[in-house]
């Protein structure tokens, strides 16, 4: 299940296909919205030249494009399942094109590569230790655009979380990459993979537990969701907070220059500048920060979290 994969794909239709339109995208039984996000490679029907970074397909050519669909689909590669890996393009009311899912390499939480190993439960619980802490453990994730003042913001709150004697730790989208995910890029795959890493090691540090704080871009609905339900298949509570600022606002920040990099071609697949960044639908809690201080800011997520790590009269024991 993803919102986004990569096409093989034959265009027919009288109109170029272009990067950056959308398009009705059929696969299986379902019809939705697509936007071509990429096109990575492009077969000239004429010249049947190989043509690298063309922001179009005309007619007959054979292209490898990725896709950005609204909701999440069920799909694979073609050559794993057939039927589950064919897509129809409409420009308008008209077949245009169609295609098959190839090269994706898709989160499958199920399909463990090790074998003859069990999950070994240990002696000491969540439970335990939540007692012994005297607050209950969380996943806090806090999405948001670059700039929009994720990291600031985790700092302040494991801050005030620890001067209230409360075990947490932050996980921070530039200390992670700078060892646990220092083979990640940034392609729509490689964010895939460095949430999914965080989530875990978030789900094991909650699990011992510790009020763990994210401060992570995230911009991919489907990334977002995989997170959470890693988190709720190991029973963990986990909140969704959108750090919310505007682009504008963001990129008169630009507190590392960033967006001055991006915009200069420096730097490639930015978010909000040449990659997307999906709004969270439905996230536990906004936090608008172009319209109110850290501290507020921080006061506001606090509000909200704090009947929620409380304990149900709490009795200490051992075990």
Not at 156 to 172: G, H, K, P, V, W
Not at 204 to 233: C, H, K, N, Q, W
């Amino acid at each position: 299940e993803s919102n986004r994969f990569k096409g093989r794909l034959f265009w027919m239709g009288h109109n170029h296909l272009e990067k950056g339109r959308r398009y009705k995208l059929r696969i299986t039984t379902r019809e939705v919205e697509a936007e071509v996000i990429s096109i990575e490679r492009v077969i000239d029907a004429s010249t049947l030249s190989d043509i690298q970074d063309r922001d179009f397909i005309a007619r007959d050519d054979v292209a490898e494009v990725t896709f950005r669909t609204r909701q999440p689909l069920v799909m694979d590669n073609h050559d794993k399942n057939a039927s589950l890996g064919r897509f129809v393009i409409m420009d308008g009311h008209h077949v245009a094109g169609g295609g098959i899912v190839f090269g994706g390499v898709y989160t499958d939480r199920t399909k463990i590569k090790s074998s003859n190993i069990t999950w070994s439960e240990a002696a000491v619980t969540r439970q335990h230790r939540e007692i012994r802490n005297g607050h209950k453990s969380a996943i806090v994730w806090l999405t948001g655009l670059s700039g929009a003042g994720k990291s600031t913001i985790a700092r302040e709150l494991e801050r005030e979380l620890f001067n209230r004697s409360m075990q947490a730790y932050i996980l921070d989208g530039d200390n992670v990459r700078h060892g646990l995910n220092s083979n990640l890029g940034f392609s729509p795959e490689d964010r895939e993979e460095n949430i999914r890493r965080v989530a875990e090691v978030a789900r094991l540090m909650a699990d011992a537990g510790s009020i763990v704080v994210t401060a992570f871009i995230a911009p991919y609905i489907a990334d977002r969701r995989r997170a959470r339900e890693i988190a709720l298949e190991g029973g963990l509570d986990f909140y969704l907070v959108h750090i919310n600022a505007s682009l504008e606002t963001c990129e008169a920040r630009d507190p590392k220059d960033l967006y001055k990099k991006a915009r200069a071609g420096e730097i490639q697949d930015f978010t909000g500048i040449d990659a997307p960044y999906e709004i969270p639908e439905n996230p536990d809690l906004v936090v608008n920060t172009e319209n109110q201080t850290l501290s507020e800011s921080v006061a506001e997520i606090l509000e909200f979290l704090r009947p929620k790590l409380r304990l149900d009269e709490p009795e200490m024991f051992a075990i």
